[in-house]
């Protein structure tokens, strides 16, 4: 028999994406979404792991094994596979440019590539550093 706190550790979430581990679904708000094996393991191993960046060699390590033959693109491939499946709640995995990926709780950012862009200016002395920036910081 489980207690209430054993099946609890059965599901984790992350924003609007549960997992129930035990019988290995996903539901996006409440919706069952689909995924292939690996997708699965990524993002079972990811939220998890919330908030920790994941090269692309770590995440093969611990998803196909170290005895896995082949390139690290795959990594990427299931990346892109698996933010399609899970639609708008895809934009919790991050790719960390130079360093890997990550998921997380916090609300995706819409202006992120628009914030990027300004920081860049910033940092090459393109733009002043009192230029407003809407959105998330």
Request: net charge positive; aromatic share 6%.
């Amino acid at each position: 028999r489980r207690t209430k706190q054993e099946n609890k550790k059965e599901t984790i979430t992350c924003g609007a994406i549960r997992m129930d581990k035990q019988s290995c679904q996903v539901f996006v708000n409440e919706r069952e979404v689909q995924l292939q094996n690996k997708q699965y393991e990524i993002l079972r191993f990811l939220m998890e792991h919330k908030n920790i960046v994941w090269s692309r060699d770590a995440l093969l390590n611990h998803i196909w094994g170290y005895d896995y033959i082949g390139v690290d693109r795959v990594v990427d491939n299931q990346i892109k596979k698996l933010r399609n499946a899970l639609g708008e709640e895809g934009k919790r995995i991050q790719t960390v440019v130079g360093r890997g990926y990550k998921i997380s709780d916090a609300e995706p950012c819409e202006n992120r590539k628009i914030i990027v862009s300004i920081l860049s200016d910033v940092c090459s002395g393109k733009t002043s550093a009192d230029k407003k920036v809407e959105g998330c910081i």
